[in-house]
Every structure is written in C-alpha cells, then in structure tokens.
C-alpha cells in the first residue's frame, strides 16, 4: 500500500528555535494532514491541506501541500517547551484520495525542545 | 473541545478475559467511526472501519473475531478485545469526522495492558 515517508525521525531543539520537518510519497495524495500526538493522547489535528501548492498557516506552523502532490512539509517557527511531542503527517490513500477516514500515517517526528 | 470521547482512558486486565472501549461522537453523528492501533514508539494503523447498522470492514491482518466491533447508534462504537493476550496489550485510538470532506478527529485513546 501507500506509505509514507516522514523526515526527521526525531529533532532536539533549543526553545526559540524553529523547526521544520517534512513527509514524502512514492505516490500522489489529495489530502495532507498534520498531527500532533502528546504522550499518552489521540493525536490532534493540526493543519489540513487539500490542494496542491497550498501554504496554511496555524498560529506558529506552517504548512505546505507539495505540487506534485507527492510531498509537505511543516515548520513551526519560534518553538516553545509546550511545542515537544510527536508530529505526524498523514493522508487518505488510494488515487481518490477521498476517503478521509482511512488514513496512511507517517512514521512520526518526535520534537523535543530544550528551554 | 473534544469532538470524540473514548471510554475508559487506561484498562488492565487479565490473559484470558474481555475488554470492551467505547467511542462517542460528542456532537454530531458519525455513520462511520475508525479504529486504530498504535504500538509504542511506532506509528498508528488503521484496525477497521465500523459502519452503524452494518458489519465492519477490517484491514488486512486484522482478526474481526477477536476484535468485535459494534457501531450500534450514530453517537456510539465499540471495540471489544475477546480473549486478551499480552501481545493485545497497545494504544486503542478512535476517530470520527463530523461528514464527508471534513478530517477526522481522534479520541484520547485507550491504554490497554494485558498481564
């Protein structure tokens, strides 16, 4: 099936600093999700991105929907201790790309920041 | 606020027995609800899709025997683990969409430790 690819594994950060992780797929997605998952909770979502090109923004992060579909990334800027945890990047699979309940995830990018 | 409750938050239970988790929409109705499993230090996979009024579909891999899912009102889905073995012990996380275009939104998970 689908995967995809989630880059760094794992960031250690001073506070202050910014951050920026990205997700790659061997094949095209109509919908990029970001997550982010804090020890022993469901992930929350952060931002959703539904066409190719587009750049959206959520208080500190950044998100961008690569345009050949098959990438994104997420910067958060100005990271702060309360920003630690786990980032997911996530996506419907299949060339529809509709079903939005069945969701491919990325391996995860554990942030950690030092004050 | 939180749009999908999962009950309980943490289980233990004994080799042998039989745990039920439930997940409710908290306000709006959800036809179809997703089931994931997240094994510690790795990502979350989709278990099965539970469908109210109809039988779930599961993933590939995925004994619907041993996880009996029920989705017996549009506010309400079950995951039931028969016969719990330690190996069953995970992070059971629920999801639900408010309709068809919007991104899902995840419970807080369930922690489930068979001794």
């Known amino acids: 099936g689908q995967q995809l690819n989630q880059s760094p594994q794992s960031m250690f950060i001073q506070e202050g600093e910014d951050v920026s992780m990205n997700c790659t797929s061997s094949?095209?997605?109509?919908?990029w999700l970001w997550y982010k998952q804090d020890p022993g909770e469901g992930p929350v979502l952060l931002i959703a991105?539904?066409?190719?090109?587009e750049l959206t923004s959520n208080g500190r992060l950044t998100a961008q929907f690569g345009i050949t579909r098959k990438d994104s990334f997420l910067n958060i800027s100005a990271s702060i201790p309360s920003d630690v945890g786990i980032y997911f990047c996530?996506?419907?699979?299949?060339?529809?790309?509709?079903?939005?309940?069945?969701?491919?995830f990325g391996q995860g990018t554990i942030l950690t920041v030092h004050p | 606020g939180a749009v999908v409750s999962q009950h309980p938050s943490w289980v233990i239970c004994k080799s042998g027995t039989s745990v039920k988790i439930e997940c409710r929409s908290l306000d709006f109705q959800a036809t179809t609800m997703f089931w994931y499993r997240q094994f510690p230090k790795q990502s979350l996979m989709l278990m099965a899709t539970?469908?109210?009024?109809?039988?779930?579909?599961?993933e590939q891999g995925v004994e619907k025997d041993k996880f009996l899912i029920n989705h017996a009102s549009l506010t309400l889905s079950t995951l039931t683990v028969t016969s719990a073995h330690p190996e069953d012990s995970s992070f059971y996380i629920c999801s639900a969409r408010r309709d068809i275009i919007s991104p899902l939104h995840f419970g807080n998970g369930t922690r489930l430790t068979v001794t």
């Open positions: 539970s469908n109210e009024g109809s039988k779930a579909t599961y």
């Open positions: 991105l539904y066409k190719a090109g």
């Open positions: 996530a996506g419907p699979p299949g060339a529809g790309g509709t079903s939005y309940g069945k969701l491919t």
């Open positions: 094949s095209i997605f109509n919908t």
